[in-house]
């Protein structure tokens, strides 16, 4: 499932309030972006990866799930990224709240845009992609899941992907 904009914004809040006790800031629109953020599982390294971009200049690396990246290691990724130097502390602090969300919500992706808001960083636009499967631990989540027959359906074992207009896919094995 693919959260973005306003559905987006109240998952991160809600998974942040619930673990930190305290709700994420967030930029307000037309706040222009730092740096773009995306937390990820690597294929090769069947681990999670962060990967930070600002304009052409891009750095990443692998961290531990539940300690998240090391200071040493945020520090010269957002060197790398072209972060200017007195905004590591913020960015790092925002990149920390990112990573702790993806490990809670058990997010197969975590994509946002990193801004300064009143001196502070701030989320921008984000998308999460979370497996509607794993939901089930999250109650507070459920709700932001699709509409009720998509639901139904899956826990039906169907596999269903509705699409504009008067066509539909159901699916039931692999024929």
């Given at each position: 499932?693919?959260?973005?904009?306003?559905?987006?914004?109240?998952?991160?809040?809600?998974?942040?309030?619930?673990?930190e006790?305290?709700?994420?800031?967030?930029?307000?629109?037309?706040?222009a972006?730092?740096?773009?953020?995306?937390?990820?599982?690597?294929?090769?390294a069947?681990?999670?990866r962060?990967?930070?971009?600002?304009?052409?200049?891009?750095?990443?690396?692998?961290?531990?799930?539940?300690?998240?990246?090391?200071?040493?290691?945020?520090?010269?990724?957002?060197?790398?990224?072209?972060?200017?130097?007195?905004?590591?502390p913020?960015?790092?602090?925002?990149?920390?709240?990112?990573?702790?969300?993806?490990?809670?919500?058990?997010?197969?992706?975590?994509r946002?845009?990193?801004?300064?808001?009143?001196?502070?960083?701030?989320?921008?636009?984000?998308?999460?992609?979370?497996?509607?499967?794993?939901?089930?631990g999250?109650?507070?989540?459920?709700?932001?899941?699709?509409?009720g027959?998509?639901?139904?359906?899956?826990?039906?074992g169907?596999?269903?992907?509705?699409?504009?207009?008067d066509?539909?896919?159901?699916?039931?094995?692999?024929?």
């Amino acid at each position: 499932m693919r959260l973005t904009g306003e559905r987006a914004r109240a998952c991160l809040s809600r998974v942040l309030s619930r673990v930190e006790g305290a709700a994420p800031r967030f930029a307000p629109p037309g706040t222009a972006p730092l740096l773009s953020l995306s937390i990820r599982i690597d294929p090769d390294a069947l681990a999670p990866r962060f990967d930070l971009r600002a304009g052409t200049r891009h750095a990443g690396a692998i961290a531990d799930l539940e300690a998240g990246p090391s200071d040493s290691i945020l520090r010269e990724s957002l060197s790398r990224a072209g972060a200017p130097p007195a905004d590591h502390p913020t960015l790092g602090r925002l990149l920390r709240r990112a990573w702790r969300a993806f490990a809670a919500m058990e997010a197969l992706a975590l994509r946002a845009d990193a801004a300064l808001s009143e001196g502070e960083a701030a989320f921008g636009a984000c998308a999460l992609w979370l497996d509607e499967r794993a939901l089930f631990g999250h109650a507070d989540l459920e709700s932001l899941g699709g509409d009720g027959l998509d639901r139904r359906l899956a826990r039906a074992g169907i596999d269903y992907v509705g699409l504009d207009g008067d066509v539909g896919l159901l699916c039931i094995g692999a024929g």
